[in-house]
Structures are given as structure tokens and as C-alpha cells.
């Protein structure tokens, strides 16, 4: 038999995704060593397991160096790779947001000279552009985006809003919500095809544990 | 700038003489079969008008064509598909009483691919076009050559995925859905998302049986059920008449003797302005894209102005030749098996030799090296040569096997003797 792999996005989210592929029954005890191993395997069901960072998941997918990949619906709608999403992890669950400080929201709707701080510059010109049909100008920053408004880089920011906290603290809210994100399983197109049956019934177990 | 005369732009590359054996020899097979089933090859320019390509069905967006002038002011493009161009002879050239037309070709493409990610700009497709005929059974014969094409260039584990855009279109039409609404749900299904199909879905208007098929269809793949499956949840003609041109096409892949390649997906809903029946994909292991695209366009030569329908399918060869390498599936093809080593005095016994041999089916190179047998030998293991042909003098000749330093004394008289009698006289 064929290895199954999985590419899984580092942190909590692939902690989350351990326990519940456990609960499934597709387990893996190397997993839970401390080691410097890059691949963990489980030989009696065959299946390899490796994390990546979170953007690079879809495009080990997407080249089948993975079969399935759990990685955020943030890092999906992001990256555009060529993949099928088939199922709704539910965790890891927050929202995609337009924030800024309170008195941006009257530029935000006529401004056309707006300019948006984010990480998720495709994701930031998709609802610009194409669903509120306005011009912006984007800025792609690599982290700590909230920086971007309180120093005066940019009017708001797209970025993930789990609890908000952060946003308050820094005396910014949530202006608009672009949509809701969680956690999700994505298949390569071609594995799902080959593997037909093995992936059809991974998903299945994994369903029935999540209710 | 310095560098760019030492690197290849991205996306392109060499082929070293092994690479481009292994690439002509899996050509050359599939090539005998294309042409056993009474496809001509034919051969296109590498780059065309703009407007052969860009059409409202567009197979490519604009934005990955390699576009340019020429002086007189009009877009030129590089070939970034094969079907346009041959759909633009085929309906210049050729009359309704020439109907059907079996044309095959073997071309490179090129697509402005994004950057880093790993994907070529400039590939090699190798592909079929029957035009002229729309019918189950040209649907069919062009999938069974797909798969003995893919059979014969070695691989053995693939399949080949069939998917009807009717049926799709039909359940549309039965929804009464918006064109932008059924655009939404192709997008959805085709990438099995089935959390975004069922948010999309709830939001439209569509009653129960019909809404269950819809949110049922990125799931409607696998073995012949799927079509019973389906069936038993529509009413529509189109989708109904679809599924029975699928089963049919299918019983006729079973007289074929290829069903095992077969599988269906009515959830392949991609290019539905381009395709207008049968769709299909091949698979493999061994790469995350499929090999084989293919499917029915019969609106595609009625834009060049003769209306003939048409089915047939691509070989992406690079991809196939690295599934192949990476399911270590070996290309055996030819390599030089003889060098030949002569003195100034039997040069002529030498050369009219070897190319008595090569008569023979053998690959001979002339060795450049002079007489220095030792210098000869070691060349021809760096090198693989297997064996050495030494004319010592004109009469003289030893024949020397450089794996295992075997030595066979021999006359040139001989050796033509034995030439004549065998394949591989030297028995090296």
C-alpha cells in the first residue's frame, strides 16, 4: 500500500488536528515524541505526516507532495491553489475582518483613496475590488499589521479577528467582516481520484467525530 | 546581466541527449499509436494571430499568452494550446465530404505561468483531434486511444475520469438559476467545496430533490453507480440524456476492453463555454496534475467559420515522462553500443565496416581518440559504450568488451561474415 500524507500547518491548529485524527482513528505516536524528525510515520496504517508553515500547505498540496493538508481558510482564500476543499474542521475559528480606528469607517465607504494594510493582499483586493467594487490601494506587510493605522501607514487593515483584544487595546475595531474562517481539509485533486476510497473513508470517520 | 548568457529564463529548459532520448522514444510509441488507429500527424505554427486564441470561449486566458507585434502592427501570440490552431486548419482546409478528419500532433506550448512555482512556460503536449462526427462512438474511440496511448508509453496505474457538462448545465437550466449564479456553484463544485456549496445553496432559490443533487454533485465520482445515483435524482431531459450518452460511451469502452481505466465524475465542470459534451481527465500517480485533458468542443471550429464537431485530448508529456521517472517505470531507448578504434592503415576496412554494422541495427560511434587502445577504453566505460571494435591493421581486428575486458581476436573478413548472419555480430 501507498503512503498517505499530510501536510499539516504548524501550531495549535495541527495539535488539534492530532487529536481529533486520533479520536478517528488515524493516529500517530511519533507525533507526540520530542524529536527532531521532519516526517512522522505510522507504518500499520501507512500514513506520513509533516508540518509546514501555514501558507506553504496548500502548495504541497496542490503538487501532491501532500495528499491532504489541514491548514486555515484564511491561507485557502490566500493562496488560490488548485485544490478541493472538502471539509470544515470547525476549529481555529475567528473572522476575516476590515479594521481600523472608529473614525475610518465614514472614509471606508467613499474614499478612493484608501489604503489597506495586510497580510492577505489577495483576499484584500478580492473584496475591494470585486465585491464592494472599489478602488484601493494595497499594502502588503508581513506581520504585526495593526502597526499600519496607529503609525499612519494606512486608513484600515485586513486581517483575522479571533477575540478582537488585540484590536481594542490598540484602539481599533472591527469596521467590516469579510467572512468566517476555520480550519479546513483539502485534498489534491489528483489523490482524490487515486485514493479514492482510502480518503473517502478518512473523511467520513473524521466527520463523524466532529458531530 | 552577465549571468543571463550562462541561465535559461524561468520556465524553460534543456533537454541533455538522455532526457530527450527518453522524451522521443515515449513519443515515438505514442505516436504508432495514434497513428494505428488512422490519426495523421500534422504540425502548426509556433506562433499565430492573437485572435486564434482569444476568443469569448477563450481555452486560455490572455494574461498567459506570450503576446507580441509583428511590423505591421497586429498581435502575435505563442502557441498556448494546440486544439485552436489545428480547429483553424481544419475548418480552412478541409470539406464536409472529408469528414471525419483524424489528426494528431506532438508541439510545444507556452503559458506565462506565475513565478516560482514550479511549473514550465514552455511543455510539450501530444495529443488527438476527430473532427467531424458527434457520436458515442467517437467519444469513445478517442478515450480508448487516451488509454492505450498511456498504456503503451509504460504507465499502467492511471485512470482516466469521464464528466458530461450537460448534465450540469441541465440541472442549471432546471434550477432556473442566473448565469452568474450557476458560474458560482460551477466554481464551488469544481473545487469540491462542499462547506462553500452549501452556504451558496441555502442563499438561492432551489427545491428539495433538486438542491440535494446539486449539494450531492462535487460527490458524484468514483465507479458506474454514480450515474444510477444521479439518475434516480432528475427529471430534466438534459440531464438525463447526458447520463445515457455517459453509460453508453461507457458500454462501448467495455468493448474496447479498457473499462478498467474508467471512472466517472459528473462533478468536472471546468471550461463549460469551451466543452459542450464529454469531458475527461487522466491521472496518475506520481504527480499532483492530471496527463490527459480532454473532451467535446463543437463550438470551436464554427469560430473559424466551418461548424464541424469535434472531441479529442492532450498528453501533457512532461508530466507524464515525471510520473513515469518517479514510479521508476524505466524508458529504455537506444545508446551508442560500439566504438570504433582504427590505425591510418585500415581506416577503410574500418569505416565501410562500421557502417555495415550500423546497416545491422547497431549504433556506431567513430572513435577521434587515435589508435591509443587503452585511452579508447577507458572513454568508451565513461562514456557506456559496451564494446570496442579494434582494427589493428587491414586484416586484423579485436574485438573488446569493456565491462568485462573480455578479447576476442578476429579478421575483418570475419566480422562482415558474421555481420551478415546476426543482429549483434559481435556478440559484445
Not at chain 1, 9 to 25: H, I, V
Not at chain 2, 373 to 396: C, H, M, P, T, W
Amino acid at each position: 500500500m501507498r503512503y498517505l500524507t499530510f501536510a499539516l500547518a504548524k501550531g495549535r491548529l495541527a495539535e488539534q488536528t492530532m487529536e481529533l485524527f486520533e479520536s478517528a482513528g488515524y493516529p500517530c505516536e511519533q507525533m507526540k515524541e520530542k524529536s527532531r524528525k521532519l516526517i512522522f510515520v505510522n507504518e500499520d496504517l501507512k500514513l506520513k505526516f509533516f508540518l509546514a508553515k501555514a501558507s506553504d500547505v496548500p502548495t504541497y498540496v496542490e503538487y501532491g507532495a501532500a495528499d491532504i493538508g489541514v491548514v486555515g481558510k484564511d491561507t485557502i482564500l490566500e493562496e488560490r491553489r488548485n485544490l478541493y476543499e472538502v471539509l470544515n474542521l470547525g476549529f481555529g475559528s475567528c473572522r476575516m475582518a476590515v479594521a481600523g480606528p472608529i473614525d475610518s469607517k465614514e472614509k471606508l465607504n467613499k474614499s478612493c483613496n484608501l489604503r489597506v494594510a495586510t497580510k492577505y493582499p489577495n483576499i484584500a483586493s478580492d473584496y475591494f475590488y470585486h465585491k464592494k467594487k472599489q478602488t484601493v490601494e494595497i499594502i502588503k506587510l508581513n506581520g504585526s499589521v495593526e502597526l499600519a493605522p496607529i503609525v499612519g501607514l494606512s486608513e484600515v487593515i485586513v486581517d483575522i479577528v479571533e477575540t478582537g483584544s488585540t484590536l481594542k487595546e490598540n484602539g481599533l475595531v472591527v469596521l467590516e467582516e469579510i467572512c468566517p474562517i476555520s480550519a479546513r481539509m483539502v485534498v489534491n485533486r489528483v489523490s482524490m481520484k487515486m485514493q479514492y476510497e482510502r480518503i473517502t473513508k478518512l473523511i467520513e470517520a473524521v466527520k463523524e467525530k466532529l458531530g | 546581466m552577465k549571468q543571463n548568457k550562462l541561465h535559461t529564463p524561468e520556465g524553460v529548459r534543456d533537454l541533455l541527449p538522455e532526457e530527450c532520448a527518453v522524451k522521443l522514444e515515449v513519443q515515438k510509441r505514442i505516436e504508432t499509436v495514434f497513428h494505428r488507429y488512422g490519426f495523421y500527424t500534422v504540425e502548426t505554427p509556433t506562433f499565430e494571430y492573437y485572435e486564434v486564441f482569444a476568443n469569448e470561449w477563450g481555452s486560455i486566458q490572455p494574461k498567459y499568452m506570450y503576446k507580441f507585434f509583428d511590423r505591421e502592427g497586429s498581435i502575435l501570440t505563442l502557441r498556448a494550446d494546440m486544439t485552436p490552431p489545428i480547429a483553424r486548419m481544419a475548418a480552412a482546409t478541409y470539406t464536409q465530404k472529408q469528414m471525419p478528419l483524424r489528426l494528431c500532433y506532438f508541439g510545444n506550448t507556452f503559458r506565462y505561468n506565475e513565478k516560482y512555482q514550479g511549473k514550465l512556460r514552455e511543455f510539450t503536449q501530444a495529443g488527438v483531434e476527430l473532427i467531424g462526427v458527434n457520436s458515442n462512438d467517437a467519444d469513445a474511440e478517442v478515450i480508448a486511444l487516451a488509454v492505450n496511448s498511456l498504456l503503451i508509453a509504460g504507465i499502467t496505474e492511471f485512470q482516466i475520469d469521464i464528466g458530461q457538462v450537460d448534465f450540469f448545465i441541465g440541472i442549471i437550466e432546471e434550477a432556473g438559476l442566473t448565469d452568474q449564479e450557476g458560474e458560482l456553484l460551477q466554481e464551488l463544485i469544481d473545487n469540491k467545496d462542499y462547506i462553500g456549496l452549501e452556504e451558496a445553496v441555502e442563499e438561492m432559490d432551489i427545491d428539495g430533490t433538486l438542491k440535494e443533487l446539486i449539494l450531492d454533485l462535487p460527490k458524484l465520482f468514483g465507479s458506474m453507480e454514480v450515474l444510477q445515483k444521479a439518475r434516480a435524482k432528475t427529471e430534466n431531459h438534459k440531464a438525463i440524456n447526458a447520463l445515457e450518452k455517459l453509460q453508453n460511451v461507457y458500454e462501448i469502452l467495455c468493448a474496447y476492453g479498457v473499462e478498467k481505466y474508467i471512472s466517472f465524475d459528473l462533478g468536472m465542470v471546468t471550461r463549460l463555454n469551451y466543452y459542450t459534451g464529454i469531458i475527461f481527465r487522466g491521472y496518475t500517480y506520481g504527480t499532483g496534475v492530471s496527463i490527459v485533458d480532454g473532451g467535446r468542443y463543437d463550438g470551436l471550429l464554427g469560430e473559424f467559420g466551418q461548424k464541424q464537431p469535434a472531441v479529442g485530448f492532450a498528453i501533457m508529456l512532461n508530466e507524464l515522462i515525471g510520473a513515469m521517472e518517479r514510479q521508476q517505470i524505466p524508458i529504455l531507448s537506444w545508446s551508442v553500443d560500439t566504438l570504433l578504434v582504427f590505425t591510418k592503415n585500415s581506416l577503410k576496412q574500418a569505416l565501410s565496416c562500421g557502417d555495415i554494422l550500423r546497416s545491422e541495427g547497431m549504433y556506431v560511434e567513430n572513435s577521434l581518440l587515435g589508435e591509443d587502445l587503452n585511452l579508447n577504453i577507458s572513454y568508451a566505460e565513461e562514456k557506456g559504450i559496451g564494446g570496442i571494435v579494434f582494427f589493428e591493421d587491414q586484416e586484423r581486428v579485436k574485438l573488446i568488451n569493456t565491462v568485462t575486458r573480455e578479447t576476442i581476436e578476429t579478421t575483418v573478413n570475419e566480422l562482415l561474415k558474421q555481420a551478415s548472419k546476426e543482429d549483434e555480430p559481435c556478440g559484445i
